[in-house]
């Protein structure tokens, strides 16, 4: 069976500081990736995705993921953090199943 | 508006009651899904369906049930509400024109609690 792990639970960076939010998943083959952003009491905002061809994705925002086979991660990236960056973030995967599993999350605080 | 439709948004159950939750989708998209959200555990599938007709199960499928007789409808059905059903439900449909063209449309959510 597939899963999704995200290893930090709650993340606090400075405003204009870097980001790295990690992302690791277990799968047989290369699935489908997916990075969602999620504000309080709002539904799911679609960041980027990944499902072949060039490792290092463009998303909205200003972020970007990175596709690492070897690692199994798909870790998200960003140069600069701003204050309305600070929400919760979410790696997924679909396996072609037309459904995703997701991984627990991580809460980013930024600090003025 | 085209999107992912639920109702209701919010709803309080009784113990033992059960109800459905409405999911609707007009994009014509032939792929839908459940998922619960928990605090610490992100979203869980909980059902999920490839076209009218067919569905399967999730990572949580025990205490609910679904059916597709449309492409635009996909309920969740609540037989015995119990307390540890209380959650955000999302519901959501996708698309897959080619390799390249393919994402989720998530519904904003029925916030659910079971007393």
């Known amino acids: 069976a597939q899963s999704v792990t995200q290893p930090d639970i709650h993340i606090t960076v400075s405003e204009g500081a870097s980001l790295e939010l990690r992302c690791n998943y277990s799968?047989?083959?290369?699935?489908?990736l997916f990075w969602y952003v999620q504000s309080p009491g709002q539904g799911l905002q679609l960041l980027l995705k990944?499902?072949?061809?060039?490792?290092l994705v463009q998303g909205i925002k200003g972020f970007e993921a990175e596709f690492k086979r070897s690692q199994s991660s798909f870790n998200l990236r960003k140069p600069s953090v701003h204050w309305s960056d600070a929400a919760e973030y979410f790696c997924?995967?679909?396996?072609?199943?037309?459904?995703?599993?997701f991984g627990s999350g991580t809460r980013l605080q930024v600090q003025p | 508006n085209a999107g992912v439709t639920q109702t209701p948004k919010f709803q309080v159950l009784k113990t033992g009651q059960s109800m459905t939750l409405q999911c609707a989708q007009d994009?014509?998209?032939?792929?839908m899904s459940w998922y619960r959200q928990d605090p610490g555990m992100g979203l869980r599938l909980i059902h999920y369906?490839?076209?009218?007709?067919?569905?399967d199960q999730g990572e949580v499928p025990n205490g609910y049930n679904v059916s597709r007789s449309t492409t635009e409808d996909f309920p969740l059905r609540l037989l015995s509400a119990a307390p540890s059903q209380t959650s955000v439900y999302f519901c959501?449909?996708?698309?897959?024109?080619?390799?390249?063209?393919?994402?989720?449309?998530f519904g904003s959510g029925t916030r659910l609690t079971v007393v």
């Open positions: 959501a449909s996708s698309y897959s024109e080619t390799a390249t063209n393919y994402g989720y449309t």
């Open positions: 369906s490839v076209g009218a007709g067919i569905t």
């Open positions: 799968y047989g083959a290369t699935p489908y």
């Open positions: 997924a995967l679909d396996t072609g199943r037309r459904a995703l599993t």
């Open positions: 994009m014509n998209h032939e792929y």
């Open positions: 990944y499902f072949s061809g060039d490792t």
